[in-house]
């Protein structure tokens, strides 16, 4: 049964300054709004500014233990109680099983929040938690043969990943427990990652350098206003396998070098928020960018990432399926489509995906994968390159697409490029055990 991971989110300063049962009353409603199909962010938004921080760390270690709270919640209460005291009761039952807190404390605190909240269901929690201590091993034992409270996913998702990666399967599982590391991408216009790794280390912020990238790796998560020069562009929060895109692109492009006067290379990047792509397109040369994305709340980030990095694209609020109502007419020169997902590969960063996420809508997303994909392709100038990628672990939104596509496009070529990029890579002390997200990348080029 996986208990409390290594690097499972621990309540941070801000949670420690209120009480417990205002937090996991917090917790409880993001749990509840999570099964009902809401996204944990848009649950977190709803708690007022204080408390985001404490619930969130508090929603994280419970979304990934959320399997094994369930299977326990039958056992101790078959029928179903009213959603917010069933989030109570699983995210009471899931803390338990962790390190969190010492069980005195989480009973005490729990009762407390069901009191303020729901007196009427405060006996029933106060029972089902303290038969949950006694009787412990017990009920551990019985569920364990249970796939999902074993592993914390859906069974369709465990199913998936045995199929697609029969040999790293488990470790991917596993993987989805560890919160992930917090990386950054230097801004190359204005520093090296080796100079930025001296003022880090100036800042007492410990970090690792990945060779694969040039991003760097933070040995504990830190603020941004901690980040030296972040204000004013010098770094940015960017995930290292994220940080592959641009620099594939652009190796493949091999655009020479622009002179004043002269046309810059236009780039498409397709459903481009937050801008992090854009930006570090930006970064390495110079481009005339479209971002596009069809949310236009989505779009007003990659405005601030630019605008904090001193950047400049063409923003545009539109469907990157439907280019006739947006295009200008003008050939690209490349197209980068990091194309709707399932987010399969950043579980570790959002717990709650593997809980929203079902399995009809993989085939789903492929289906707009395609439509986007084909849809985009007459748009590349001849030689041209497209990079399309997902950050997603299942072969039915990374390779069988490329092998779909290329069926479909006689004009397109594959080029190498990484494929499926899976986050259970361990490198070498000093270094440290992470890795990046789970993503895909295939490369083509228009004959």
Known sequence: MTASSRKSSQPSPVAQSLPLWQLLTGCAQAVSAVQQGQSLNDALAARPAAERPGVQALSFAVLRRLGTA??????????????????????????????????????????????????????????????????????????????????????WWISRLKHDWPEQWQALLQANQEAAPMALRVNARRTTPQAYMSRLEDAGLPAWLDPATGGIVLKHAAPVSRLPGFDD????????????AASLLLQACQFPPTTPGSTRPRV?????????????????????????????????????????????????????????????GQPYDAILLDAPCSASGIVRRHPDVRWLRRESDITALARTQDTILDALWPLLKPGGHLLYCTCSLFKEEGQQRVDAFLQRCPQAKALSAPGHLLPVVEYDEPAGPDSGDGFFYALFTKI
Request: glycine share 4%.
């Open 70 to 155: 369930q299977a326990l919640r039958a056992i101790l209460v078959p029928k179903k109680p009213a959603p917010w005291v069933d989030g109570l009761l699983l995210s009471a039952l899931a803390l338990a099983c962790g390190t969190e807190y010492s069980e005195h404390t989480l009973v005490d605190q729990t009762v407390e929040a069901a009191k303020r909240k729901a007196r009427q269901a405060s006996g029933l929690v106060n029972a089902v938690l303290r038969r949950f201590l006694r009787e412990r091993q017990a009920l551990m034992a019985e569920i364990e043969s249970d796939p999902v409270a074993h592993f914390n996913h859906p069974q």
């Open 233 to 244: 562009g010098d770094v940015s929060v960017q995930d290292l396998s994220a940080q592959r």
């Open 268 to 328: 498409l990047d397709a459903c481009a928020a937050p801008g992090g792509k854009t930006a570090h397109l930006l970064e390495l040369t110079e481009l005339d960018v479209t971002a596009l994305d069809t949310d236009p709340k989505r779009l007003a980030r990659v405005h601030d990432t630019l605008d904090r990095l001193g950047l400049q694209a063409h923003a545009i609020a539109a469907d990157a399926s439907r280019p006739d109502a947006w295009w200008d």
